[in-house]
Nanobody, 123 residues
């Protein structure tokens, strides 16, 4: 079973920073793309940032220049550094990862979600 565990959410004042972490675990997993999504109340879940194994990144226009996505392939961990936070960044942030689970036989692909972590930016 592939599991994603998120941490780092919390309450921060506007202009502040938070760093989210997402650790993937499971025997024999090989992760391809990873991404951070967020969902504000009564809004659709949206992709915030994505990163490939080769460290190519993509960002939503709303966070460009403020957020930085990164990953440590050896640790199967992804991060989202969020700077200059705004109240409109308030949402539940979800980690997503896809890849192959070689711990299963036969190996099979997976796409997993974290449980979500609340980020609240006060004005």
């Amino acid at each position: 079973q592939v599991q994603l565990v998120e941490s780092g959410g919390g309450l921060v004042q506007a202009g502040g920073s938070l760093r989210l972490s997402c650790a993937a675990s499971g025997s024999g997993i090989s992760i391809n793309a990873m991404g951070w999504y967020r969902q504000a109340p009564e809004k659709q879940r949206e992709l915030v940032a994505a990163i490939t194994p080769g460290l190519t990144t993509n960002y939503a226009d709303s966070v460009k220049g403020r957020f930085t996505i990164s990953r440590d392939n050896a640790k199967n961990t992804m991060y989202l550094q969020m700077n200059s936070l705004k109240p409109e960044d308030t949402a539940v942030y979800y980690c997503n990862a896809e890849g192959m689970n070689y711990g299963a036989f036969p190996p099979k692909s997976f796409r997993s979600w974290g449980q979500g972590t609340q980020v609240t930016v006060s004005s």
